[in-house]
C-alpha cells in the first residue's frame, strides 16, 4: 500500500522548504508522522489529491530529492 511506503515527514517538509506548505499543515503531517507514519501518509496523499498540478508537481519532485524512488515510481505508472 502507497500509504505504508511513503516518508511523509521527509516529503513534507520538502514540500514546506518549497512553499508549497503552509507552516500549519507541515507541522500537522510532522505531528502524525512521529506516531502514525502510515495516517500521516494518507494525509499528504489526501492533500495532494485536492491541490492544483502545480502543487503534484512538486510533490513528485519531493520525492526524488528524497530517494524515494520507487513511491515516485509507483505514483507516475500506476497513478493515484
Same mark, same amino acid.
Given at each position: &500500500?502507497?500509504?505504508?511506503?511513503?516518508?511523509?515527514?521527509?516529503?513534507?517538509?520538502?514540500?514546506?522548504?518549497?512553499?508549497?506548505? +503552509?507552516?500549519?499543515?507541515?507541522?500537522?503531517?510532522?505531528? +502524525?508522522?512521529?506516531?502514525?507514519?502510515?495516517?500521516?501518509?494518507?494525509?499528504?496523499?489526501? &492533500?495532494?489529491?485536492?491541490?492544483?498540478?502545480?502543487?503534484?508537481?512538486?510533490?513528485?519532485?519531493?520525492?526524488?530529492?528524497?530517494?524515494?524512488?520507487?513511491?515516485?515510481?509507483? +505514483?507516475?505508472?500506476?497513478?493515484?
Amino acid at each position: &500500500m502507497l500509504s505504508e511506503k511513503l516518508d511523509a515527514g521527509k516529503a513534507a517538509r520538502q514540500l514546506y522548504q518549497r512553499g508549497a506548505l +503552509i507552516k500549519k499543515e507541515f507541522e500537522e503531517i510532522q505531528r +502524525i508522522s512521529s506516531d502514525l507514519p502510515s495516517r500521516a501518509a494518507e494525509e499528504l496523499l489526501g &492533500m495532494v489529491l485536492t491541490q492544483t498540478e502545480e502543487f503534484y508537481d512538486c510533490f513528485l519532485d519531493s520525492l526524488m530529492k528524497t530517494d524515494q524512488l520507487e513511491v515516485h515510481q509507483w +505514483i507516475v505508472l500506476e497513478g493515484m
